[in-house]
């Protein structure tokens, strides 16, 4: 049976909230992670049939998140996830999130490509072809994320070196994380009082344990626009809205 779309529930654990008991935006980011591997595996096209046989992995690109609201430690939710079309070169997936009652939590849209691992070069999405199962019936979370437009006049923050906690396997920064790094460039009192309302990134390349990430942000017409370099090469960009307009450094 193909496979087309792929439904978990999930409670809420102490090591994916917040200092106020609410569910973390890097643990959003993990559970669809999560989701989208396990739906990978379940059409064939996982880790084993990938990297082991053809010399292939996923590569997180592009993603936006869209929260409406944030659920509590140990509520019980429901993770949604099918695949969109794919284009020549992306893979698109569309999550949703939804609680206890089948109110909905969140939505978001991301893009992912195939890289091949020796030769380091993208794949075409053709190559697994009927191996990735969609149907337009499910419709999208929402459009395909973007380019992110950044202002001119980034500011520098401050510089922080890729930890041991912070990577996965291949000891690149795990795509989760650069929430965690994100929001910790907003001050306590933000954290404590807002919530994310509108989180938007592009994955530009990869950063490396030990390697140094200079971190720059603006703030511009409710949007605090966020971008790491690298000796001088980007890292990521990203933007973010809080709830409730709150954003101070």
């Known amino acids: 049976m193909t496979i087309t779309k792929l439904e978990q ?25 999560e989701i989208a591997e396990d739906h990978a ?7 084993k049939e990938l990297v082991e046989e053809r010399g292939m992995a996923w590569m997180l690109t592009r993603l936006h998140l869209e929260m ?11 993770v949604v996830t099918w695949p969109g079309k794919p284009t020549r070169l992306f893979f698109v997936r569309h999550t949703m999130f939804f ?3 089948g109110e909905e939590l969140g939505r978001a849209t991301s893009l992912w490509v195939l890289f091949n691992i020796k030769g380091r070069f993208l794949c075409r999405t053709g190559d697994i072809g009927e191996n990735y199962p969609y149907d ?13 437009k950044l202002p001119d006049d980034m500011e520098l923050i401050r510089t922080r070196t890729v930890a041991y906690s912070e990577v996965d ?23 404590r009082h ?16 030990g390697q140094p990430v200079d971190l720059y942000r603006r703030d511009a017409d409710g949007v605090s626009y966020i971008c790491g370099k690298t000796e001088g090469k980007t890292v990521f960009d990203a933007s973010v809205i809080w709830e409730n307009g709150g954003i101070r450094l």
Not at 136 to 148: E, F, Q
């Open 9 to 33: 529930d999930y409670t809420i654990r102490a090591y994916d909230v917040d200092t106020r008991g609410k569910w973390r935006p890097s643990a959003i980011l993990t559970r669809m992670q």
């Open 41 to 47: 595996i379940a059409v064939h096209c996982g880790r």
């Open 68 to 78: 409406k609201r944030y659920p509590d430690l140990m509520d019980d939710i429901r």
């Open 99 to 101: 609680d206890a009652q």
């Open 136 to 148: 337009l019936s499910h419709g999208a979370a929402l459009p395909d994320p973007g380019k992110i």
């Open 169 to 191: 396997m291949n000891s690149h920064l795990n795509n989760a994380k650069y929430a965690d790094w994100i929001c910790e460039l907003f001050d306590l009192d933000t954290l």
């Open 194 to 209: 807002h919530s994310i309302r509108d989180f938007r990134i592009n994955f530009i390349a990869e950063a490396y344990m």
